[in-house]
């Protein structure tokens, strides 16, 4: 079983946040889990996968999980690396969360927000209730509507598809794996695919390593060169390109300007 820490972050009698590390060595048998109560997990860096009995999915820093007590789950790390999330408890939940699906999509907005809270709380900041509850408003806040001209066996392929190609950001994959992985033909992916994301395969898993990218850029001190590598890209030069075309300024100057981000 792997090893995890969780260190509080922030308790009042309806709300409890944790940052809970781990360090993605499940042993050599995987066996079912389950939480005693309702929580709400968002990776801070890193990813795992997720299996119950009506969900299979990444977890990642763009994708986010809810937890329903005594439900039988498998989490694992095909990768062999570990992560870092916020755990959330507490009825609070209840009050503000009233959706049924097992995973939520986490954008960039509120993933900044949530990254500019822990590092007032990292820096020995005592974390008001309101910052905490903006914060997470913004992770549970609906983005949009899936279009409803899409099938449930095209939902299925696309999902199926963005499911491995988050799992395999970093593994160099190809479109004819994953297209097979979904059993369809490499065309019929790409097609069923921008129908259903609204985006390319490629986009997507660009999108999935940048925010990659950009989850151990502000939550990590690793080596920009090592960040590049782990997150799919072929040097800090490449990740340079892509990472400044997408938000506006370098790796580099993006972890020194974390500690001063809006809350």
């Not at 340079?240 to 100057?253: D, E, K, L, M, T």
Request: a positive charge; one cysteine or more; proline letters at 5%.
């Amino acid at each position: 079983m792997p090893r995890l820490h969780a260190a509080p972050l922030f308790s009042a009698p309806d709300l409890q946040l944790y940052r809970v590390t781990c360090d993605g060595q499940d042993g050599p048998r995987l066996r079912e889990e389950a939480v005693d109560s309702e929580r709400l997990v968002l990776a801070l860096h890193g990813r795992f996968q997720f299996r119950d009995t009506r969900t299979r999915a990444v977890v990642s820093p763009g994708i986010g999980l809810r937890l329903s007590p005594r439900r039988p789950c498998e989490i694992s790390h095909p990768h062999g690396s570990g992560d870092a999330c916020v755990s959330v408890r507490g009825d609070w939940l209840r009050r503000w969360d009233t959706s049924d699906a097992t995973t939520l999509p986490v954008g960039e907005d509120a993933y900044r927000k949530l990254q500019a809270v822990m590092n007032h709380a990292s820096s020995g900041v005592t974390l008001d209730r309101l910052q905490v509850e903006e914060a997470l408003g913004l992770v549970l806040t609906p983005s949009g509507h899936s279009s409803t001209d899409v099938s449930p066996r095209e939902r299925d392929i696309a999902h199926a598809i963005a499911h491995e190609a988050a799992l395999h950001f970093d593994a160099g994959i190809s479109v004819e794996t994953l297209a097979q992985g979904a059993g369809v033909s490499a065309f019929h992916a790409c097609r069923v695919f921008r129908k259903v994301m609204r985006t390319s395969i490629h986009q997507y898993v660009q999108e999935v390593r940048l925010r990659h990218a950009l989850a151990l850029v502000l939550d990590t001190h690793r080596p920009l060169a090592d960040v590049a590598l782990e997150a799919g890209f072929a040097n800090q030069g490449h990740l340079g390109n892509a990472f400044r075309r997408r938000y506006g300024q370098s790796p580099g100057a993006t972890r020194k300007s974390r500690f001063h981000s809006g809350t």
